[in-house]
């Protein structure tokens, strides 16, 4: 099921955060939501927008809660151990590049526009290189950890996706729980949260 949401761009860095946290979950990802404390379940429309209104930067984490994912998302505390290892990712984006930077290896000029395909727990988010700069920047999911290639690479595939699902894409994040290896054409792991 590819999750759209064409006219609210500033939507699919929150739908890409929550893509994350369900890669994440211990059975099969719930399709209603909880957010902190507000006990009314949420749609994915309903969830991603209150998300994207939040202030930024978010620290995000979910638990399967019956029939929701219970996400819970807030500023981070100055002090605290995600605020390191956020700001050392960052760090990490402006010296060596985020995501998806590979693909200035193969694309000249500006890549911002490129389609990239993420997919996790069940799901995928068609999102463009611009909105995968803005979740590395606005949100720090817990517990996730992604790999990603060029689409017409195996890796795409190995994720179970087909090559309908691969045309006109550029690129391809596959997220999990944690970190672990993933092998790819593009040097290996791309992310590895939890092993700084």
Known sequence: MR???PNQFSEVPARIAILALRAT???KPPNTFLLNADPDPLTLDRIARRLAQMPKPLCVSGVNEREHLHIHAAPFDDNSVDK????RVQESYATQGGVVEFLATRYEGDISGLTVLCVGGGHLVSATVRDVRDWQRDYWVERSGYG??????PFGLGLGLSTADLAGVAAVIGFSSGGGTWESSVGGIVDMRGTF
């Open 3 to 5: 999750d759209r949401s």
């Open 25 to 27: 979950a211990d059975r």
């Open 84 to 87: 390191k290892l956020y700001d």
């Open 148 to 153: 990603a290639d060029f689409a017409d690479s």
